[in-house]
């Protein structure tokens, strides 16, 4: 009688969504993985795009921004691994200043990241005296030292809301703070940084879903321009998509974000129609099995930020975790 490996019992949770020519490959590489975690006394935190070889079978923790933020802040190891974009390894390094933070590919960035410097938010401050400043998580550590608060996209609105003013700088992203704007009346000074994933989608693109597939429920990320958020059923985070089909158990279901979310809630609700419209993170994309078991080898790349930028920014992240 063959004795089933470990990797077999995972497979049973994800051969719905990876092929089994495909599995060989990936049991060898999370064989390995888990070993190292062991070994490294390490966990790995993966966000809710990364894909369901990691997302289902080597991570400890997933979830999305703030939920990676606030479980990182209870990790007992010594080791994290964050599978998933470079500010939220910064994200976690911030909140964890003891602790050994890896990224395995250090180019796994973020279109809305990249589109603001500290500069730019140092020539805003002076353009508006008083206003207050926040920074959407998404990103770098320097440019969350120069703000007052940071927010997600899961407490945007609390957090804009908490500072009891009629008018805020909420950046980078354009759209995430037009649709604040028109959730809380607040009048928003905004950027324009966009997501490469979510700016893709269109109003019309939902509508001919909607007569492709009778009965279907729209769930959108507010990084999605504000006419396809208004043609949604629902908009929120990553988690709060994902809470959103756990609660109503919608026979068909699309979700406008990032296509390996979809993967992941159809490995956790195989009963449940997942339209899946596909439009790739190429920085999520950029961690893979391979590379983040090269980082527990290796014990690399390390997350180090300059105290200097690490002490204004934590403050800024400590004060929205606050709330
Ligand atoms: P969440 O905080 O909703 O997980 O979003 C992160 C992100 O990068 C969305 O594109
Ligand atoms: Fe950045 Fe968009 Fe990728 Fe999220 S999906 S990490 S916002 S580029």
């Keep these: 009688m063959d004795a089933l490996a470990p990797t077999d019992?995972?497979?049973?949770r994800v051969r719905h969504v990876i092929p089994a020519i495909e599995w060989p490959v990936f049991a060898d590489?999370?064989?390995?993985?888990?070993a190292l975690k062991r070994q490294r006394n390490a966990v790995i935190l993966a966000h809710n795009y990364q894909t369901p070889e990691i997302f289902h079978c080597v991570a400890d923790i997933v979830g999305d921004s703030l939920a990676l933020a606030r479980e990182a802040m209870r990790v007992d190891a010594d080791v994290i691994v964050?599978?998933?974009v470079h500010f939220m390894a910064e994200t976690a390094k911030l909140l964890n200043q003891a602790k050994t933070v890896l990224i395995p590919d250090t180019q796994a960035g973020c279109s809305l990241a990249a589109s603001i410097t500290p500069a730019d938010l140092?020539?805003?401050r002076a353009r508006y005296p008083g206003v207050p400043i926040v920074t959407y998580v998404n990103t770098s550590a320097a440019v969350k030292a120069e703000s007052d608060i940071c927010c997600t996209s899961g407490n945007a609105r609390r957090v804009v809301e908490s500072l009891g003013v009629p008018r805020v700088i909420l950046l980078p992203d354009?759209?995430?703070a037009r649709n604040i704007a028109a959730e809380t009346g607040v009048n928003i000074i905004t950027w324009t940084g966009h997501c490469e994933v979510h700016e893709r989608f269109t109003a019309a693109e939902v509508r001919q879903l909607r007569a492709d597939y009778p009965g279907l429920i729209v769930l959108?990320?507010?990084?999605?321009?504000?006419?396809v958020v208004a043609e949604a059923d629902y908009a929120g985070s990553t988690a709060g998509m994902t809470d959103y089909v756990g609660r109503h158990l919608p026979p068909r279901v699309v979700l406008l974000t990032e296509c390996s979310m979809s993967d992941n809630v159809a490995v956790q609700y195989p009963a449940i129609d997942v339209v899946r419209p596909c439009n790739l993170c190429p920085h999520m994309k950029r961690i893979t099995l391979a590379n983040i078991r090269s980082a527990l080898e290796e014990m690399q790349h390390e997350v180090i930020i300059d105290p200097a930028i690490a002490t204004p920014a934590r403050r800024a992240i400590e004060r929205m975790l606050a709330l």
Aim: hydrophobic residues 50%.
């Design 174 to 176: 354009e759209y995430l």
């Design 122 to 124: 140092r020539l805003l």
């Design 220 to 227: 959108a990320h507010p990084e999605c321009p504000p006419d």
């Design 9 to 12: 019992l995972l497979y049973e």
């Design 29 to 34: 590489e999370i064989a390995a993985i888990l």
């Design 82 to 84: 964050l599978a998933g």
